[in-house]
């Protein structure tokens, strides 16, 4: 099955690079335009830096409610788990119209801060980097929150006691004792909040704006307005390689601080 849906459409995909329309044959020129054409490149580095946002974001936000899920005994544990997972039962397109009514500039926000005072002209919230950031954010929040939720669990408790026991507050267990632990499921949250990011669709379209191309958007273009098969299977294989060399890149850090851990220990 891997074979027949995953290696074949790939292997199609990357042959269908190499393929020149105008002449039929096979030849590198759709990589030469590639690096040769500036709003393309820039496409590529916009992605990269707005996964990357995204999935520091998402971390970041996820870790304390990760811990809290982990940890508490209390009863309202399921409603707060539901709370987390409630916008997955939404669709993409519908919360992104949400944050582009509460991001435009008549917006829910802009009207607010208009109406206090607090500015003389809308803030300019919606297509650009931040709508779009925000939005892949709450769109891949729920995934790094069961991450890390699981890699929180799996840790012993007994070590935050010990450590709280022997003099430690609150942040040096937290920096000293549970990041440290919990590492797996970091990088495992930044890899699929990042590659969920660099791969959306709807989003980027909706809030980011004509004016914000990511690969993602430059790809659906190139197949579905200029029929262009070749330089949409190499746009498409640049975004394979850059989640590749991302996700080899935090794996190997982790495997890194693992191996650092080990050492520590068995000194």
């Known amino acids: 099955m891997l074979v027949f849906f995953f290696a074949m459409p790939m292997g199609m995909m990357i042959g ?9 044959t096979l030849g590198l020129q759709a990589y030469e335009r590639f690096l040769n054409d500036g709003l393309t490149l820039k496409g590529f580095w916009r992605t990269a830096i707005m996964s990357c946002l995204v999935a520091v974001a998402a971390t970041a936000l996820a870790f304390p409610l990760a811990y809290y899920l982990a940890r508490t005994k209390s009863r309202f544990r399921i409603v707060v788990l539901a709370l987390a997972l409630a916008p997955e039962l939404a669709g993409v397109v519908l919360r992104t119209y949400g944050w582009l009514i509460i991001l435009e500039d008549r917006g829910f926000i802009n009207d607010i801060l208009l109406h206090w005072g607090l500015i003389d002209q809308p803030l300019r919230l919606s297509k650009n980097l931040f ?22 669990q799996g840790i012993d408790q007994n070590l935050e006691r010990a450590a709280q026991m022997l003099g430690a507050n ?8 549970l990041v440290p632990l919990s590492v797996p499921g970091i990088v495992s949250a930044l890899l699929l909040s990042f590659t969920m990011a660099a791969s959306a669709y709807a ?5 980011g704006g004509a004016g914000f191309k990511v690969l993602a958007t430059m790809i659906s273009e190139q197949v579905l307005f200029y029929v262009d098969w070749s330089f ?24 890194r601080l693992r191996d650092k851990r080990g050492e520590r220990h068995g000194g």
């Open 16 to 24: 269908t690079s190499f393929h020149d329309p105008s002449s039929g």
């Open 131 to 152: 709508a779009v950031v925000v939005g892949l954010t709450h769109v891949v929040l729920p995934f790094a929150i069961l991450s890390l939720t699981t890699s929180i």
């Open 170 to 177: 609150r942040l040096s267990v937290i920096t000293m004792i």
């Open 203 to 207: 989003t980027p379209a909706l809030l």
């Open 232 to 255: 949409a299977a190499v746009m498409a294989n640049a975004l394979l390689v850059l989640m590749l060399v991302v996700s080899y890149a935090g794996l190997n850090v982790e495997t």
